[in-house]
């Protein structure tokens, strides 16, 4: 068990420092071909199948086609998490993936999830899954809300 969660900490530690280097090499794209942009997107989310409450919190930046960021997701069974995220936006979609980087709950490390936003309605989904690890592992869980996409 142990030699695993080595493992997955190697790997979330290489995917961060990829993502890093995209990330550096997207806005020094994007800086000589266009406008860069931030979209803030905030929600409040439920798991209605296990009653489960989510608070979303992340901002990405780049151009509308390479953006990259941050966040935090909260909840009470796993705790603070932060995501590494990438993805676009077309018109007031906002779709990201991206995977869970740090976590109070250690066993959730490099779990993927999927986020779309609408910024119209604000109508928010995230996808949290498969879980990498401990009593859950394999599994996955969808998360369905509302909050704000803001596009600076």
């Not at 142990?2 to 997955?8: A, L, P, S, T």
Request: aromatic share 4%; glycine share 14%; hydrophobic share 40%.
């Amino acid at each position: 068990m142990e030699r695993k969660m080595i493992k997955i900490i190697a790997i979330g530690t290489l995917l961060s420092f990829l993502l890093t280097l995209s990330l550096a090499s997207s806005q020094a794209f994007a800086s000589s071909h266009g406008e860069d942009l931030t979209v803030v997107t905030h929600g409040d989310l439920l798991n209605e199948k296990l009653e489960l409450p989510m608070t979303l919190d992340i901002a990405v930046t780049g151009q509308r086609k390479s953006l990259f960021g941050t966040g935090t997701i909260d909840d009470p069974a796993c705790g603070t998490s932060t995501i590494v995220v990438g993805g676009s936006i077309d018109g007031h979609n906002l779709k990201l993936s991206g995977w869970i980087l740090e976590a109070e709950l250690p066993v959730i490390v490099g779990t993927p999830i999927k986020i779309e936003a609408d910024g119209k309605s604000g109508k928010i989904s995230l996808t949290f899954g498969p879980i990498s690890g401990g009593d859950l592992s394999g599994m996955t869980f969808v998360f369905k809300g509302e909050g704000t996409v803001s596009i600076t």
